[in-house]
């Protein structure tokens, strides 16, 4: 959050850079995005662009109006966040001058899909298109009536949507995907998602040129299991064998077939995986066996796995764990070393506030070069640290691992920093939600020049606070002598420290 003050901040660092082609922005606070695009319109040469933003902003035609003004623009990836559209409407009204020769556009937050058609609209040269958050408003926006036009250089599709009407989207389809090769898709809920003979009338009317269609559905299957697994076998016709796009499914229930995920399979295959539960094959006698070299990120779901039902992924560098998730035998370290190459992991977030600390640490032991670790726990419940076993364990941690930057989502107490640090030595990055009146202690340990325990340390962002921290901090900086150069910020409830 520190860097644009530091190039757009008189005199103005950026205004040197006349050749630059290539502009990486992180975490830019919205009052100042006006600002730093008319500095970025001085720079003849920017053909790429990535920006991330803080704070909500509901003013979307503010962000594309500035972004459409860079008229050398041919990649651009944005993040944002809005509100939730039922409780504050979006701005979305372009101006007629607002076009943009962009090709490749990447968009990280929420966009209303009734604008959806207005911003490819104003996008001729279109090449590629990937929106993780399409979804739809809860009030009524009048549409403007614009004349066709059509992407003849559209031919890459990627969309997430949540409850988006299917009529609406086969519109957009019709109209604007003529020439798109390939499409991949991530939906909720809409059951008409899943009509494989709609699709199959809609790809050969409308999308000639389709190559690949990848597609990942998650819904309800309500009390009749045979309609859902009824629906999801008309995706074996011979049109899509014929096309080789083939499909299996999961469920994220053992006992109850509640919920049913479509997606597709060989050979269009997704780095990002979610592991759920092996099926009854009686039940499900349709699924396929899958190749999982692709798969990069492991995303574990599910609440128990048996010791015989396991995949292996081979590839795998992420770890996320939702739930503690129980074994018929093994420990979980066994079953999670048969699952994926634990060595190899750089990244690993537990998600589920119950999963026993002993049990991340034991995991720790096997993942030595882990870089990044997110906990959703109180660490020190349940943890006994003073036994001779933990502290054994422990100190082999404590010498092996690589833990770099690490987020702390649930509040933590002086004690707990003070054993996460000397657990984690070569710490660089610390992001923590903290009990409020100890605060100001943390701080002073965490900065403290009498121990070396943080001397890597070089950034700190406290979670989840009151403004009022913002002026106490400084002050605790300033009347101890903590920092001598640093920068602080107060964003989105959280107070971010670089030195």
């Known amino acids: 959050p520190f860097t644009v003050d530091i190039i757009f901040a008189p005199p103005r ?98 966009f209303p899909f009734n604008g959806l058609k207005n911003l490819l609209w104003r996008l001729p040269k279109l090449q590629h298109l990937s929106i993780n958050c399409l979804v739809q408003p809860y009030y009524y926006v009048k549409q403007e009536k614009l004349p066709h036009i059509e992407l003849k250089d559209l031919k890459y599709v990627s969309l997430q949507f949540d409850f988006i009407d299917f009529d609406r989207f086969e519109k957009i389809i019709k109209e604007f995907f003529y020439h798109v090769q390939i499409l991949r898709l991530t939906t909720r809920i809409h059951t008409e998602c899943l009509n494989a003979k709609r699709w199959q009338k809609l790809i050969m009317s409308y999308m000639p040129y389709l190559r690949i269609f990848d597609i990942n559905h998650t819904g309800s299957i309500g009390k009749n299991n045979f309609t859902y697994h009824h629906r999801i076998n008309q995706f074996n016709s011979s049109f899509w064998m014929e096309k080789k796009w083939f499909f299996t499914h999961q469920h994220d229930q053992k006992n109850q077939l509640i919920s049913g995920i479509l997606y597709s399979t060989t050979p269009y295959r997704r780095k990002d995986y979610t592991y759920y539960w092996e099926p009854v094959d009686s039940i499900c006698s349709n699924i396929q066996k899958e190749n999982f070299d692709s798969v990069k990120h492991l995303y574990i779901a599910s609440k128990e ?25 093994d420990s979980i370290i066994a079953i999670l070393h048969r699952m994926i190459p634990l060595r190899q992991l750089t990244k690993l977030v537990i998600e589920s506030h119950l999963f026993p600390m002993e049990d991340i640490i034991n995991l720790l032991r096997f993942t030595p070069n882990v870089h990044t670790l997110s906990l959703n726990l109180y660490i020190l419940d349940d943890f006994n640290i003073n036994s001779n076993k933990q502290k054994e364990i422990c100190q082999y941690v404590l010498k092996k691992n690589k833990i770099q930057n690490l987020i702390l989502n649930l509040r933590c107490s002086l004690s707990e920093i003070q054993f996460i640090v000397s657990l984690f030595p070569r710490l660089k990055c610390l992001k923590a939600q903290m009990e409020r009146k100890e605060i100001g202690q943390i701080i002073r340990f965490l900065l403290s020049k009498a121990h070396n325990k943080t001397r890597n340390l070089c950034y700190l962002c406290v979670l989840e606070i009151p403004k009022v921290c913002l002026k106490e901090t400084k002050v605790l900086i300033k009347s101890e002598n903590l920092l001598n150069d640093y920068s602080i910020k107060y964003i989105n409830r959280d107070i971010h420290l670089w030195w």
């Open 13 to 110: 660092t950026i205004l040197n850079f006349g050749h630059l082609e290539i502009l990486i922005l992180d975490s830019v606070q919205i009052r100042y995005f006006t600002k730093v695009f008319r500095h970025l319109i001085e720079l003849p040469k920017l053909h790429s662009l990535t920006i991330s933003l803080t704070d909500y902003n509901q003013s979307l035609d503010v962000i594309f109006s500035n972004i459409f003004h860079l008229q050398n623009l041919k990649y651009c990836k944005i993040e944002y966040e809005i509100k939730r559209l039922e409780d504050e409407p979006v701005q979305l009204n372009f101006t007629h001058r607002d076009f943009s020769p962009i090709e490749c556009l990447i968009i990280n937050g929420r």
């Open 305 to 329: 796995i048996y010791d015989n039902c396991v995949n292996y992924f081979p590839n795998v560098n992420e770890l996320s764990i939702k739930n503690e998730f129980k074994t018929s035998g």
